[in-house]
């Protein structure tokens, strides 16, 4: 059973720092390429980062050189470091994983985690 358990969101005030973790199971980690997507109240979801299997990185504008996306094989988790965080990050952030199993793509999603900046 594939899943992705986010944790790490709260509140911060502007300026603050905050670590977003995503814990997956149930796929071969390694090999997908991982992302991270948010989406604030009456838009769409965009996407944030991404981190291939080679460990290449991608960032939305919005976001470079505050937010950093890692991940660590060993444990099946990915990361997002978020810094200078604003009240325009405010966001659910959503885990995602792409990558292809038996030939077929794969796309899998976790439930989230709230991100609130503001003082």
């Known amino acids: 059973q594939v899943q992705l358990v986010e944790s790490g969101g709260g509140l911060v005030q502007p300026g603050g720092s905050l670590r977003l973790s995503c814990a997956a199971s149930?796929?071969?980690?390694?090999?997908?390429?991982m992302n991270w997507y948010r989406q604030a109240p009456g838009q769409e979801r965009e996407l944030v980062a991404t981190?291939?299997?080679?460990?290449?990185?991608n960032y939305a504008d919005s976001v470079k050189n505050r937010f950093t996306i890692s991940r660590n094989n060993a444990k099946n988790t990915v990361y997002l470091q978020m810094n200078s965080l604003k009240p325009d990050d405010t966001a659910v952030y959503y885990c995602?994983?792409?990558?292809?199993?038996?030939?077929?793509?794969?796309?899998?999603w976790g439930q989230g985690t709230q991100v609130s900046v503001s003082s």
């Open positions: 995602n994983a792409k990558g292809q199993s038996w030939g077929t793509r794969r796309d899998y």
């Open positions: 149930g796929f071969s980690f390694s090999n997908y390429a």
């Open positions: 981190i291939t299997s080679a460990a290449d990185t």
